[in-house]
């Protein structure tokens, strides 16, 4: 017998593999035989093919009762005579009962009958509070002359002027979501020029930073200028630069490349009053244009939706001290702090809430929708992938005489699906100050108030499909519904005219794809 099983092992693999395909390819529909309340009336619901009047094994006996047809629709009475110790009487009596089934239903989502009704949404968290402090110093060495440094300088390159600087910076950041993380960053710079005839200036810098919880970063730098009078207080001026950060995470962060070039006029206004305005830091006559070409390999990304009103507040301040020793040293100390607090708007808000079938009503932004995604996450530049919406549409088992299968609503128009509007504000004060003492003194005081706003509400601009909307009616069209059900685990044609196919013929064409041996069957 194993010999035998083993000579067609290959045909019970595929046959056993199409039993296992079939239910993909051809689902049943589903029966809600345990659907609905656990009252006497289910718990008795026999179908209305119950044509044995008595049970073989157990000798029970059992009988239904026509009553009336409603539109397709049977109702019977029954009785059955397997009534135990802890069976209940129904409406009709002990052991009676009267078919009249059960729909059950499956929520998805929100319930697809919801009409505007009002969902109350209570949120409440503690306010995110961040916490930071640095201090920086700079020293800068001035007046090398290039002709100290290179041998055989030229004339024109012996006004120039080389200057080494260096920097340190300490900072020391709390939150109480995240709590201690401190970091410390070094750079150094080399910058030359060239102050006669074709003036020239070129930078070389590099530096290394270090956080306990963003980790290392590498940063480089070159950039080289000129500058050129072409005329009486007109001056040709551009320069090019390259740029290259590293971090230890994430690896190559910035790779960028930029150009400039730009003409001045002084004397667009006026050659006094502009030399005047000059003195006090105004720049009049000045045209410039350029291009930055930057490579990305880890650019921010974005949440493309506000789930809920946040606003942010907060303060900083800066003060800068540095002083000049001799016109050779140059000292420079910085002092900074801030605070900032994200938090919940408001932790109450009422929304209105539209299910499946009334998705037609909704009109204002800011109801609720009957929507699911699938993979949502952030949005970025190199990946521009948002999640696919859908309707989560509820599914109702049905469970009568007759039928007993699986419905669904469906939809006869085509809309656009969203969220509700949101929005996010932040404020923030920022107070700086700088002072100078020594050959030249300098006082200066800075004041910022930057406000940001940013709102997420249903895609307006630029969204061909706002056109599609769901409809409650069609104008010529008095036939139209919105809304409608059917089964929702019905076979498409081609499945349903691939089963009538004979097996056995299946098994012929199956022999002559695969030349593989086949049992023999007898008619």
Not at 415 to 432: I, N, Q, R
Not at 436 to 444: A, E, I, Q
């Amino acid at each position: 017998m194993i010999n035998k099983l083993r000579r067609h092992k290959k045909t019970l693999a595929i046959a056993l593999a199409v039993l296992q395909l079939i239910p993909v390819f051809m689902p049943l529909n589903t029966y809600a035989l345990t659907g609905g309340p656990s009252v006497p009336e289910v718990q008795q619901f026999s179908p209305a093919e119950n044509t044995e009047m008595v049970n073989l094994f157990t000798g029970d006996f059992s009988y239904q009762i026509p009553l009336m047809d409603v539109g397709g629709y049977p109702l019977t009475l029954s009785y059955s005579s397997n009534v135990g110790m802890e069976s209940e009487a129904s409406m009709v009596g002990l052991g009676w009962n009267i078919n009249t089934g059960s729909i059950s239903r499956d929520v998805r989502g929100l319930p697809d009958d919801l009409c505007g009704d009002a969902i109350q949404v209570t949120k409440s968290a503690l306010p995110k509070v961040s916490t930071s402090f640095g201090a920086a110093f700079d020293m800068e060495f001035t007046g090398f002359e290039a002709s100290d440094v290179a041998e055989g300088a030229t004339e024109a390159a012996a006004d120039g002027d080389i200057s080494v600087g260096a920097s340190s910076k300490f900072e020391l950041e709390y939150s109480n979501y995240e709590g201690w993380s401190a970091g410390l960053s070094n750079g150094l710079k080399l910058k030359g020029s060239n102050s006669s005839g074709f003036k020239t200036e070129g930078a070389l810098g590099v530096g290394f930073a270090s956080n306990s919880s963003k980790g290392s970063t590498i940063n480089t730098s070159a950039s080289i200028g000129f500058e050129k009078d072409i005329a009486d207080h007109q001056t040709l001026n551009g320069g090019i630069g390259y740029a290259l950060a590293v971090d230890s995470r994430t690896g190559i962060k910035k790779n960028s490349f930029s150009a400039e070039i730009g003409y001045k006029n002084r004397s667009l206004f006026g050659r006094n009053g502009t030399f005047m305005m000059n003195d006090v830091g105004i720049k009049n006559g000045k045209f410039s244009g350029g291009g930055n070409f930057s490579i990305g390999y880890s650019s921010p990304s974005m949440n493309p939706t506000i789930d809920w009103p946040m606003f942010e507040d907060g303060f900083g301040g800066q003060f800068k001290l540095g002083a000049e020793l001799g016109g050779v040293v140059t000292l420079s100390g910085e002092a900074e702090f801030s605070y900032s607090s994200s938090r919940y708007a408001k932790n109450y808000d009422e929304l209105p809430a539209f299910g499946y079938i009334y998705a037609h009503k909704g009109r204002n932004g800011r109801e609720v929708m009957d929507v699911q995604r699938d993979k949502g996450g952030s949005f970025s530049k190199e990946i521009p992938n948002l999640p696919m919406a859908q309707f989560a549409h509820d599914l109702y088992n049905v469970n009568v005489q007759g039928i007993q299968s699986s419905f669904r609503p469906f939809r006869g128009d085509a809309g656009t699906l969203y969220d509700p509007a949101a929005s996010s504000t932040c404020v923030k004060g920022e107070l700086g100050g700088d002072a100078g003492p020594g050959d030249l003194v300098k006082v200066g005081v800075n004041i910022k108030v930057p406000i940001k706003y940013g709102q997420s509400n249903k895609w307006q601009e630029g969204n061909a499909f706002n056109s599609l909307s769901f409809k409650e009616q069609v104008d010529g069209n008095p036939l139209y519904e919105p809304v409608y059900f059917k089964a929702w685990a019905r076979l498409p044609l081609w499945l349903t005219i691939l089963c009538l196919i004979p097996f056995e013929a299946f098994l012929l064409w199956l022999h002559r794809w695969t030349n593989m041996a086949i049992p023999v069957f007898n008619s």
